[in-house]
């Protein structure tokens, strides 16, 4: 998959995906697929423009919910060809609908575009659907709206997926999402404390742009060096020890080896209970296998 920017000029034909795709829901994902079997009848390739930054700091709105980097892998999963990466500043903040449309098309041959029925672009949002049909008419762009996804009877939005990650749903992510949420991060030092009751963890660094998933013990598996493995996540605090610091910390089944420094991603399947202080270390390695048991047991009944 090709990474781009404003500056590049990429003279192949493209079909072209337009939106935030701040995390790639049913609808974002339903979006891209019909852009890429567009691409595919056209001859083209298939390109998503997305934001490279975090877009809500200009806002005053909730941090991400998959930082860049994540969106990337995501992308490439789907078979995207392209990735057209804006870096949202003052500048092109400041750009008129029109303009933002020239800055594309310019350095671009676009075939075709899609968009879901909101999407707007340009200073202060000006642009919409209707004049991005007009645009793309003096330009012999085909225009598809791809109209908004449901589930439980409502929009499928941003906003609700961002409910769910602070509550820590993680079942209900993964069905609207289409796959398991994910996190990703490089491996860090820790105090060792998970070793010393027997649960040696890795502690994963994520981008600070990421919202964070709400604090639980969840069944994940995690991906080091191209391979994946079972294992389970704390993500929280740590009461028993009187640390109130947030961390991502994955005990990974049947491993015990160097991997610190190293990149990591998360897939989260399922929440399976609260963090809580307990009264001793030994209280805390009891329950931890428990938890273990619980997640492997868990893990015979998913589909991985």
Known sequence: MRVMDLTSEYKNPISLALGFFDCLHVGHRALIRSMISNARQLGAESAVVTFKNDIGQYFGAEKQIYSFEERLILLEEMGVDNVIAIDLDDRMRSLSAEEFFA??????????????????????????????????????????????????GEKVATSRIKQL?????????????????????????????????????????????????????????????????????????????????????TYIFDFDADIYGKEALLRVYERTRDVKKFDSAEQLRSQLSCDEAHIRALFGKLSL
């Open 103 to 152: 800055l594309i098309t310019d350095g671009f041959f676009v075939k075709s575009a899609f968009v879901g029925e909101d999407y707007t672009f340009g200073r202060g949002a000006e642009g919409d659907v209707a004049l991005l049909k007009k645009l793309c008419a003096t330009q012999n762009i085909a225009l598809h709206i791809v109209p908004f996804e449901t589930r439980f």
């Open 165 to 249: 990650v602070k509550k820590g749903d993680a079942s209900s992510l993964r069905e609207l999402l289409e796959s398991p949420y994910i996190i990703s991060g490089r491996i860090s030092s820790n105090r060792r404390v998970g070793r010393s009751l027997g649960f040696p963890t890795a502690n994963i660094s994520v981008s600070s742009d990421k919202l964070a998933l709400g604090d639980g013990v969840y069944a994940t598996t995690i991906e080091v060096d191209g391979i994946w493995r079972k294992s389970m996540t704390n993500i929280g605090a740590k009461p028993t020890f009187g640390d109130g610091a947030p961390t991502i910390e």
